[in-house]
């Protein structure tokens, strides 16, 4: 076939070569797999069968008893729960975890990157409890109570053997198998040639001596390019291009295939020098390449073809039977190659391995050769292994072991060999070792477990040869930690393997009765102690800070955990193994402390020698060793190994250990070692505590950061519990092994501490600040080991996590994270965190936008809070004690309340001692003397140290703790034990400190101390408690200092009284003077509104200076419009609009998961087409005001910091006439005049409606003709060609005032914006423009800017309010009203500008061309017909023209536009509902708005239409067909947002009117109309409204004559305007329905899919398939954007879980509107958990969206941060 096909692998190759396949499997059999009627495959088998029965494998259908197995594929969703799960290794898939409970749980969603992994449902050993799916219900539930459920090495499938398993022929059995055996072989015969790793050969002729499966050596050679993590798509396709010289899409095909499928052959020639020189070329920058022999390469991609079509197998069946294929390919995975391969002893690799594994079975062979297969393949070969796997447990334990038989060889591959870590075979680990049967299996008879021992030893100590791990003998154990094992982070998931094998119960059972495994650990431990020892620099800094330590607790890290849970094995363990395994690691410990073996570096660390050390009457011998000057280090694993066996106290009580012999733990060490061996043992431990305390001190400061970085993973970081915790409880160990006066001993020497503690105030080494906060430390140790009870109580896991919860809200309410941040690491992932948290924590959801949810400790729980938790820091531990203190005294009263420490209580154990400590002369001196000494440097400097009252609160703290747990005992000591140098025992000093009021805080404490003590012996007590006779105790001193400080307060405030007494005397009378002089003159000027200052100079803005308020110019296609082709859910959504908008209406409840409606072509979010929207231009204003000249020198201050920073992403684009304010930094583009509100009335308010008609119409009939305006009106629309954006003609600057002459640059600032956005947008707009050569091009602007304006303001406000408000009052007056009124004083400036000279600037001759379309009779009868009927113009735009050129006529225009509106709206109703199916039945609506729209709403409607056929027979048909009731119900809905427009253009306008306010329980249109007093339609026959109902006919009338079919008249969309529907939980989108997440543009699903909320259209989010054809750096969101927001884009990353915003090629990303159960986000779902949509959230972003506040927003976050841009490639 190679030659056949010229060596070149193409689609038709892979079809015929799965026909061949497939028609050998089956043979004469074929129509067991598919109808005869289906005709030949032209694909995989599977996806035929999906086609032909509607399913593929079968596996939907529950078997009763039989596991899940589904095999997850890349983007699945997979769930965890962590209280049902054994492990976090056991999944589920979406549909098993819907079909069971897990209410309250603390459940994690992912969706899998890869494929491979398998659900777990139905899997018994999986769980911690019994799982009750539905979709896969257990033996008994079908019908089968009699009988019991199989054994679990029975095959399950069998047991439906009749039923589910289908009758094979015998001859289609051996078709089957011979055909796969073949096939397998095939592919193994291939890889026996393929290389393990990618190197090219750097002569020809090295090239043609590679091996190869080619008999005629054929030198046709082949470029394939392998696919890695490194290089960019864009990187990769340049560099392909240059490299091989073909088309950039030929390279990006091949991209694209590198990609996707882990390799792509770019090349194939037999210029062998060319091609070398190619693959040189392309291996330059470090990708991956190979050359080869095309007849070998074209082989692999044959072999590739094979695993697919068997991975397609394990997914079909077989009749009924999903099974039986996939037993066919197992029985031949798990048989041997056959022996006459060519290859097993023709290549050099198989025969190693032949001789290596005995009886290799193909299965081996897989496993070895995975490395050798590329990315996509691998993933279909693991697919096909985790499909045997789910047949039966037989099948699970029988790969398990060939699996663990090649471990060591797979491990290999990985650690030093495989290019592609991430899909190796070796993760299929997972599989095999988190089953407990399996692991407990391959462990007994595998020896696993010391597989994995001797890899790690060999591998770290870098025995390696020809990328194997080779075992060495003990001897040759060293370890570098600058060496590659260190450096590669590959070795965690050996260490992770480990864990898991030895987490299982039944492993740990083994661990804990077996010697021989903790024989085996020890060495582990043993290789790591002592590693990257550190030594203080003491004079100079370090020159070069190495970063090894980094690597090394890497290692430490994953070792730890593996100590801890090896540790935890002996729960299960009797007292005789515990014992057993403690003396070995004793031993252990101290074979390696005293060097008597190889592997402590003796240049670094001595044999220990002892000293002897006074202390008090006493002398001790203690180890001799100086954390200052010596090598010490943070890594002693066996250490921590030997603190978790003495973690067993329920083993170690004084009753189990009598039964093997012993008394004591005590006993037992001091028989097996002596007590300088103990020291030994403790004193590494006491080191590296010492030296974090030295680090924190600030005495290693010379060691720069690495030191620093070691100590805060050590000790406040990841390391804290398995490394730091252990060694303080090593400490506490020794003391109720040891004497405890030995052990304190110990510590004070190690800490440099003896002289100090013996009375000595000055120490040689330590400085004041770094003596005290040593001594702060080391009382921070003493406390931990003589009150941390967890491991003396054994607390159970929840017990531990419920303890660090309490303390870490004791410190107040916080978030979620906060309180991570608050406990331990490891609590943050343990199973228990939800369920001790629900049981101590109140919760607080969210409310607001900017809410996060918020846990609180319940009030009784504080009972339980130790401020001197070892957990907490200083700062942290005075802060939980005055909250505590604060409690008290708001429970007692008391104003100085004392938190007294409760006592231990352990009743049991080694650890019943412990309190005995506090019989301790040695204790008391360090008690004593850390009060003396504080009392000695108070006195010496004047003040308290830094660390004093620290060191009296820790000292006062063990003081109540020893009056608490042994006062029989401790009290005596504290009045008896007389220091000689002094002379003085702990009361008297007690006594001395209660009194003086340096240490008042400590005032209370001191009191309840010798209180307690004074109920032992209160006479002696009292005799010393005597105050100093120089102080009057009835007057207290700080009462004195307080009655000072008020005096001096009141003298203060006396003083400040009479000099503004004299201040307001001097000028009273000048103000007197000034108001006599203006008597008689003129009336004072009304006042004017204040504006404040310019933010750029500062000077008060007045009529001095033209000045105007930031503004800015966006397009926008926010406005929504009824589709031109009619839906049934729009009408429907039509009749359910609310009857008031101005009033909060809930946005409606999400749906739980995407739900597809009933039409084809709306997608599953929810989609609004693009042309199902207005285009138009927004205004907005920030509020703020600038002079016009200030506006120009900010602009060019913008200009020079633009060139002073060019390769900037800046927020504001130059080019645009962008800037930011300076003050709000809101985005803008123009200054807009300012016009002061209206304060006097209207001049026609005097007149009716029909008494205004009547006269306007004389004044315009009696006009002289004007030809300049009616130059200037276009006579088809009637509009006017200045107020046109692309105008020819734009006039120059007034010679008038400075203030007339800002009004014209201020309007030259708009008109700059808005030309070059009409011509940019012109195919965009549905205005019939005018020709070419003609002015009044381009978008118009009352209707498409001033007017959009409005609606959009308008639409922002609808479904809020409040009770008594209208949507005019809601809207900010600073803002809106000012930005209307400055947008209709730039109308009229135009105009006046085009009517230079005029008295009026004429705006009276512009009034009348504007009511002669208006009122009847305005236009002559032989002029109608050229003349487009004035229905066609927006109501809307008309009231901003009257506006602009005459605010005294807007009450009648308002409604004359009303009514105009009603009638437009009817028109396009009746066009509407003509054109709408009815597709269900319509409820009978009956009218109810009689009072607004008369009783018969069909007489309105006909009259409206009688002018034209066509209109009058649709109109009584939709009457006929839905009944007046829905046509009046949508009649009100659409003209309700005029009305409320209307109100916002004359409230802007006009003064307030007086009148009264209408009812606001009335619904919005009755009080709209009374505001606006507009007559309703039900009032129209009045005789006084004779002038509307004239008007009316006139407009029916030019309408219906000119009428040309459908479609004429298009509708806004009359509601709440919402984003896409999106779901109510997150991982919905994926589960319930994945294929809404396709991508309409390449049609598939995204890696990244991004949702636009605007329409709801799926797009690729910055992926390479979804690119502009024209610009290659344009992503699909982008693109999108053009297309459906205009400028502006709003999209929700899915999983990343975020808001991305677009604005013009910039953008920014805002937190989601997603919470998890402790209302916290989730960015990149990084957590995990589940994801509820947060209501307020997503309305802020619909509000941000509404309000065109996305420039805004996108701006402030690029002028927060130095953005580089690239927001084009998303």
């Known amino acids: 076939m190679p030659g056949s096909r010229k060596y070149q692998f193409t689609p038709s190759t892979r079809l015929e070569v799965l026909n061949e396949l497939y028609s050998a499997f089956w043979g004469p059999y074929s129509d067991l797999f598919l109808p005869q009627s289906s005709g030949p495959l032209s694909g995989l088998l599977s996806e035929a069968q999906k086609a032909a029965y509607g399913q593929g494998t079968g596996d939907d259908t529950p078997i009763p008893g039989k596991p899940c197995g589904r095999i997850f594929k890349k983007g699945d969703s997979c769930y965890r729960c962590r209280d049902c799960a054994l492990d976090d290794s056991t999944v589920l898939c979406s549909q098993c975890f819907h079909a069971s409970e897990h209410v309250d749980h603390n459940v994690t969603f992912y969706i899998a990157v890869q494929p491979g992994g398998v659900c777990d449902c139905g899997e018994q050993e999986a769980w911690k409890v019994p799982m009750s799916c539905r979709a896969h219900p257990p033996y008994e539930a079908a019908g089968q109570g009699g009988q019991k459920p199989p054994s679990r090495s029975q ?242 334990l029988t790969v398990a072991v060939h699996f663990a038989s090649v471990y060591h060889r797979i491990i290999d591959t990985y650690l030093l060999v495989d290019r592609e870590a991430e899909t190796s075979i070796k993760y299929f680990s997972i599989q095999l070792f988190t089953v407990p049967s399996v692991a407990a299996y391959i462990v007994r008879h595998n020896g696993i477990i010391t597989r994995l021992l001797s890899i790690i030893i060999n591998f770290f100590t870098n025995n390696i040869q020809n990328k194997r791990i080779i075992p060495a003998p003990d001897s040759g154990r060293r ?18 393997d480990l864990r898991y094998i030895c987490t299982n119960r039944t492993i740990q059972e083994l661990i804990a009765h077996n010697h021989e495994y903790i024989v085996q650990f020890i060495p582990v431990c043993q290789l790591f102690m002592g590693i990257n020892s550190n030594k203080r620099a003491a004079t100079s800094h370090v020159e070069y800070e190495t970063e090894s330590w ?120 001091l028989r097996n070692a002596s007590e300088r061996a103990m020291l030994t043992v403790v004193d590494f431990p006491l080191r590296v505590v010492t030296m974090v305390a030295q680090i924190r001190t600030g005495l290693w400061v010379r060691n720069g950061f690495a030191i620093r970085g070691q100590l805060l993973h050590y000790r406040d970081f990841m390391l804290r519990e398995l490394c730091y915790d252990q060694d303080l409880y090593i400490l506490q160990s020794a003391m109720v092994i040891l004497d405890p006066n030995i052990v304190l001993v110990s510590i004070l020497d190690r800490f440099q501490l003896v002289e100090w503690f013996s009375g000595e105030v000055v120490h040689a080494t330590y400085d004041g600040t770094q003596l005290f906060s040593m001594v702060e430390e080391f009382l921070y140790v003493i406390i931990t080991c003589v009150s941390e009870s967890a491991n003396a109580h054994r607390l159970t896991p929840l017990q531990v996590v419920r303890r660090e919860i309490i303390h870490g809200l004791a410190l107040g309410p916080c978030s979620f994270t906060e309180l991570c941040k608050r406990v331990a690491e490891r609590i943050v992932d343990d199973a228990n965190l939800d369920k001790a948290l629900s049981m101590v924590a109140k919760y607080r959801a969210p409310v607001g936008t900017s809410d996060f949810g918020v846990y609180e400790l319940q009030d009784e729980l504080f009972e339980e809070v130790n401020p001197f938790f070892f ?146 012996h209160p006479a002696e007590v009292a005799q010393r408690r005597t105050p100093p006779a120089t102080q009057d105790p009835s007057i207290d001193a700080a009462e004195q200092k307080k009655r000072a400080a008020k005096a001096r307060q009141a003298m203060i405030m006396q003083q400040f009284a009479a000099a503004q007494k004299s201040f307001l005397d001097q000028y009273e009378d000048e103000d007197d003077d000034e108001d006599e002089d203006g008597e008689g003159t003129a009336t004072p000027p009304e006042k004017v509104e204040p504006l404040g200052p310019c933010i750029v100079c500062q000077e008060e803005l007045d009529s001095s200076q033209p000045f105007g308020i930031l503004g800015f110019i966006q397009p926008s296609r926010v ?42 072509d709306v997608a599953p979010f929810g989609v609004t087409p693009s042309e199902e929207t207005r285009f138009g231009l927004h205004g907005s204003v920030c509020g703020h005001l600038m002079h016009v000249e200030c506006f120009s020198v900010y602009n060019n201050s913008i200009e020079q910091r633009h060139l002073a920073q060019p390769t900037r992403n800046h927020p504001e684009v130059v080019e645009r006439k962008e800037f930011l304010c300076p003050l709000c930094k809101s985005l803008g583009n123009i200054v807009i005049p300012v016009t002061p509100k209206p304060h006097h009335s209207t001049a026609s ?278 009944g007046e009731g829905v046509f009046e119900r949508m009649l009100y809905a659409h003209t309700l947002p005029f009305l409320r427009a209307a109100l916002l253009v004359n409230r802007a306008i006009l003064p307030p009117r007086n009148g009264s306010a209408p009812d606001p329980s009335l619904p919005e249109y009755h009080r709209l109309l009374h505001l606006l007093n507009i007559p309703p339609l039900s009032d129209i026959s009045s005789p006084s409204h004779e002038g509307l109902r004239v008007a009316l006919a006139s407009w029916c009338t030019h309408f219906g004559q000119n009428y040309g079919g459908t479609g004429t008249i298009v509708l806004d969309y009359p509601d709440v305007h919402r984003l896409a529907r999106i779901p109510k939980i997150l991982d919905e989108i994926f589960t319930q329905n994945a294929e809404a997440l396709i991508c309409q543009r390449c049609e598939t699903i995204p890696v990244d899919p991004a949702i636009c909320l605007i329409c709801g259209t799926v797009c690729c989010h910055q992926s390479h398939c979804c690119v502009d054809e024209d610009d290659r750096k344009q992503g699909e969101c982008n693109m999108h954007t053009r297309e459906c927001g205009g400028a502006v884009g709003v999209f929700f990353l899915v999983k990343r879980c975020m808001v991305l915003y677009l604005y013009a090629g910039s953008g920014s990303f805002t937190q989601p509107p997603y919470l998890d159960v402790h209302g916290e986000f989730d960015y990149m779902m990084r957590r995990g958990r589940r994801q509820y949509l947060h209501m307020p959230r997503f309305e802020d972003v619909r509000k941000t969206w509404l309000n065109h506040g996305i420039p805004t927003f996108t701006a402030r976050k690029l002028d927060a941060s130095i953005d580089s841009g690239g927001w084009d490639s998303v």
């Not at 079975?361 to 292994?385: E, G, P, Q, S, T």
């Not at 450096?487 to 050996?494: A, G, H, L």
């Not at 003397?929 to 006062?956: C, K, M, P, W, Y």
Request: some cysteine; glycine content about 4%.
């Open 871 to 1016: 957990h907490y820091t200083r700062n942290r531990r005075e802060e939980a004690e005055g909250i505590l203190k604060a409690r008290l005294t708001k429970a007692t009263g008391n104003s100085a309340p004392v938190v007294v420490p409760k006592p231990m209580d352990v009743t049991d154990g080694p650890f019943v001692d412990l309190p005995l400590i506090f019989h301790s002369e040695v204790l008391m001196q360090i008690i004593f003397f850390a009060i003396r000494n504080v009392f000695v440097h108070t006195e010496a400097a004047g003040s308290i140290a830094a660390s004093g009252d620290a060191i009296l609160d820790q000292v006062l703290h063990l003081t109540m703790l020893g009056l608490v747990e042994q006062p029989a005992r401790f009290i005596p000591l504290c009045l008896g034990l007389v220091f000689e140098r002094e002379e003085m025992a702990l009361v008297d000093i007690l006594c001395k400190l209660e009194y003086n009021d340096v240490y008042k805080a400590f005032k209370p404490k001191v009191q309840w101390c010798l209180d307690k003590m004074a109920e032992m």
């Open 550 to 669: 980094i690597s090394v607790f890497n290692v430490t890290l994953s070792l730890s955990r593996v100590v801890k849970v090896y540790g935890e094995a002996f729960q299960y363990a009797s007292t005789n193994n515990l014992v057993y395994a403690i003396i070995a690691v004793l031993h252990a410990i101290l074979s390696t402390c005293t060097l008597s073996n190889d592997q402590l570096d003796k240049n670094k660390y001595s044999l220990i020698m002892f000293h002897s050390v006074p202390f008090g009457d006493a002398e001790y011998s203690t180890i001799q060793f100086d954390v200052l000057s010596q090598w010490v280090s943070f890594h002693h694993s066996l250490h921590w190994l030997l603190a978790e066996l003495f973690k067993h106290v329920h083993l170690l009580t004084g009753e189990k250990l009598r039964d093997i012999g012993f008394k004591s733990l005590r006993e037992v060490i």
């Open 479 to 496: 370890i570098d930690v600058e060496s590659y094992p260190f450096k590669s982070k590959r070795f965690m998931p050996v260490f992770s």
């Open 1119 to 1160: 406005i929504k419009r009824l589709p031109q082709e009619p839906r049934w859910d729009v009408l429907k959504h039509d009749l359910e609009c609310p009857q008031s908008l101005d009033r909060p209406i809930l946005p409606p409840s999400p749906p739980d998961g995407p739900q597809l409606p009933p039409q084809d």
């Open 1245 to 1522: 308010e005097s007149m009716t409606l029909s008494e205004w008609m009547r006269k306007s119409k004389i004044e315009f009939l009696t006009a002289e003709q004007e030809p300049a305006v009616d130059a200037l009106q276009l006579q088809h629309s009637g509009e006017f060609a200045f107020w046109a954006a692309e105008d020819t003609h734009f006039p120059p600057p007034p010679a008038k005032t400075e203030t007339e002459d800002g009004l014209y640059h201020m309007t030259e600032t708009i008109d700059n914006i808005i030309r070059p956005l009409s011509a940019q947008t012109g195919h965009l707009r549905e205005r019939k423009e005018p020709p070419v050569a003609n002015r009044g091009r381009g978008l118009y602007l009352p209707d498409d800017f001033v007017g959009y304006t409005v609606s959009c303001a308008e639409i922002a406000q609808r479904g809020t309010g409040e009770e008594g408000k209208t949507v005019a009052d809601t809207v900010n007056d600073s803002t809106v009203m000012r930005l209307i009124r400055g947008l209709v004083t730039c109308l009229a400036t135009r105009a006046e500008l085009e009517l230079p000279g005029r008295r009026d600037g004429g705006r009276r001759v512009l009034e009348q061309a504007i009511l002669r379309r208006i009122l009847p009779g305005g236009i002559r009868d032989h002029d109608l017909p050229a003349i487009r009927p004035f229905l066609f113009r927006d109501p809307l735009g008309i009231l901003l023209e009257v506006a602009a050129v005459n605010p005294d006529i807007l009450g009648h225009i308002t409604v004359l536009m009303y009514y105009a509106s009603l009638v437009r709206t009817t028109i396009a109703l009746v066009e509407f509902l003509a054109q709408t199916v009815i597709d269900e039945e319509l409820d009978t609506i009956y009218p109810t708005h009689q009072d607004l729209f008369g009783d018969t709403i069909s007489t309105f409607v006909l009259s409206v239409c009688r002018h034209s056929k066509e209109l009058e027979q649709n109109g009584e048909n939709i009457l006929r067909a839905f």
């Open 155 to 396: 095959a399950i499938v069998d047991q439906w053997a009749i039923r589910h398993r289908a009758t094979v022929p015998h001859e289609l059995r051996d078709y089957m198998g011979r055909t796969v055996a073949y096939a397998l072989d095939f592919v193994l015969d291939t890889l026996d040639f393929s290389p393990s790793e990618l190197s090219l050969p750097p002569t020809e002729a090295e090239l043609k001596k590679v091996s190869t499966a080619d008999p005629l050596g054929n030198d046709l050679f082949a470029i394939i390019v392998w696919n890695d993590e490194k290089h960019s798509y864009d990187e990769c396709v340049s560099h392909i291009r240059d490299s091989v010289g073909c088309s950039w899409e030929e390279a990006a095909e091949f991209t694209n295939k590198i990609d996707g499928e882990g390799r792509a052959v770019v090349e194939v020639s037999s210029n062998i020098s060319k091609l070398l020189g190619a693959a040189k070329q392309i291996a330059s920058i470090e990708m991956g390449v190979t050359l080869r022999r095309a007849y070998d390469v074209f082989r692999e991609q044959v072999s590739a073809v094979i695993i697919e079509w068997l991975m397609d197998l394990t997914q079909c069946r077989i009749l009924n039977d999903c099974i039986t294929l996939r037993e066919v390919i197992a029985a031949e995975t798990y048989a041997p190659r056959k022996k006459d391969s060519s290859s097993l002893t023709s290549n050099q690799e198989a025969t190693k391995v032949l001789a290596e594994i005995k009886d290799a079975a193909r299965l081996d062979w897989l496993f070895l050769y995975h490395a050798k297969l590329w990315k996509k393949v691998r993933l279909n070969l693991k697919r096909i292994m985790a499909s045997i796997l789910t047949i039966n447990h037989e099948h699970r």
